[in-house]
């Protein structure tokens, strides 16, 4: 369950999203491997350890799913990250129920992160391994548009994937000092870029 779930093919729609990469990328800041890479550990440890790895834990930990949605929507400034959100919880949503055997939720609002961690703790996964896996799939969706974005190789996309397991394990150890109040705290240039990239003329993501 846990791999199919994580499976970077996972139909949740994440290859139509950025997270505010491609405006870098049209700004000339990141252009190939070696910036993308930086790219990426920064996103690691800002948006995902403090967003998804934290949201995954306050759920196990038994906090309302539909208060930390609420939460987490909030928390996301820029609009299309926020509609991105959304859209990937849904999909995630129904695959877990449809195909996970997950009982169906009636919570309106939800976050990609949240929907994951349901179907792993209602599997049996412990939560270190479940942080792991879904940053692990999120890292590995991030750099497979990079490799057609901005275009770096796919040889390059492996090199990166295979450095960023020590930014992952080193996301989940920061996310176990975390509590509720730390929920959201993303750099302030990844929500600044994200909100440019609306105003983007052309642009290969939603996001």
């Not at 949240?114 to 179907?119: H, L, V």
């Not at 703790?121 to 939560?127: F, I, K, N, Y």
Request: charged residues 20%; glycine residues 6%; hydrophobic residues 50%.
């Amino acid at each position: 369950m846990l791999l199919q779930l994580s499976d970077s093919a996972l139909p949740t729609g994440a290859f139509s999203h950025s997270f505010g990469l491609e405006q870098y990328i049209s700004r000339g800041e990141v252009t190939d491997e070696a910036t993308f890479a930086a790219w990426l550990k920064s996103y690691v440890d800002s948006q995902l350890t403090c967003t998804d790895a934290l949201l995954i834990r306050l759920l196990y930990a038994g906090e309302d799913e539909l208060e930390l949605a609420e939460l987490a929507s909030a928390s996301a400034i820029p609009a299309q990250v926020r509609s991105a959100g959304a859209a990937m919880a849904k999909r995630t949503r129904a695959i877990a129920e449809d195909a996970l055997g997950l009982a169906p939720s009636s919570a309106l609002l939800a976050h990609p992160a949240i929907e994951f961690a349901k179907a792993a703790r209602a599997h049996g996964v412990e939560v270190d391994v479940a942080v792991l896996a879904h940053l692990t799939a999120s890292v590995t969706s991030m750099t497979q548009n990079a490799v057609r974005g901005i275009p770096i190789g796919q040889s390059a996309g492996q090199r990166v994937i295979a450095g960023a397991h020590a930014w992952i394990e080193g996301a989940v150890a920061a996310s176990q000092t975390l509590d509720i109040r730390d929920l959201g705290a993303v750099a302030p240039g990844l929500d600044i870029a994200q909100m440019q990239h609306e105003r983007l003329r052309a642009r290969m993501f939603m996001s």
